[in-house]
């Protein structure tokens, strides 16, 4: 017997197949995995407007895979797009024996791109590194590091004179953050839509890579040569999104298009909410100026806890 016979043959073109699409049922050679991921990320980006004549996008780049595959897929399409062009934003939060090799990788993927990139430290910006700012609140790690983080990149975003703000998100993060909102009963973030603010004071953030899952862009490193084992943050561990997580990939094993359908779900929340507003209205933080639900924005609020 051939012994080729048993290899699995792309869908498309019959070369030997290097991924398994579960919910399709299709097997793809690297080079249509390559351009069918591309093509999802542009049909999205297309769908949900995310890009239009005329912007100049960020890309939050952390030097991690996700933000990788972001923007080597970004520049892969940009000659498509009329008038657009892209800028690389790297976050250095200063977390001792991790950010250090993602920089330098973050470093390593703009330069081989020729896309402009701009730094930004935690310590600049705030006068302190992560490491530093969390001494005896280390369980908060991650929530303190996202209030800075989302700063950190807006200034970097509006620094650079972007329009919008790309993050890496993927289907895994998007799906996992849906059920987290449910299981957290934390209903008005399940119906928020990223990136609304009527107060035109946010630059609106879009997730490109939101229908592609975490093996797809695992897949897609792979097969550009650009995977790259990097350590994990000694910081993270958030026991709830480990759960939702683990529990996740073994239904979507089991019951492919799972993370898909949940997604589905929420877009037919949102259009079912649209009219009915479920957050607080925006107001202003009476510190800073930045649009917020409270008297203060969770930056100031932030800070405040750090004076003590
Ligand atoms: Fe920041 Fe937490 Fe991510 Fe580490 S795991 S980079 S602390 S958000
Ligand atoms: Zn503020």
Redesign the pocket.
Known sequence: MDAGQDVPRCSRCRDPAVLFQRQSGRHLCSMHAITDICDRVAATIREERMIVAGDRVAVAL?GGKDSTALLMILSRLMPAWEGVSLVAITID?G?AG??DETVRSADSLVHSLGVEHHNISFADLFGNT?DELLKGREKE??T???IL?KKALVTGAERAGATKLATGHNLDDEAQSVLMNVLRGDFSRLVRNSGADSSGRFIPRIKPLMGISEKEIATYLLLNNAWTDLP???????ALRRGVRSMLSTLEYRHPGTMLHLMESKKKIERDYAGADTRDPIRHCRVCGDPCSGELCQLCLLKKTFRR
């Open positions: 952390s939060e977390i991790y950010r992560l790690a991650c303190v590091c996202g983080r994990e943050c000694p910081y993270s561990g958030n």
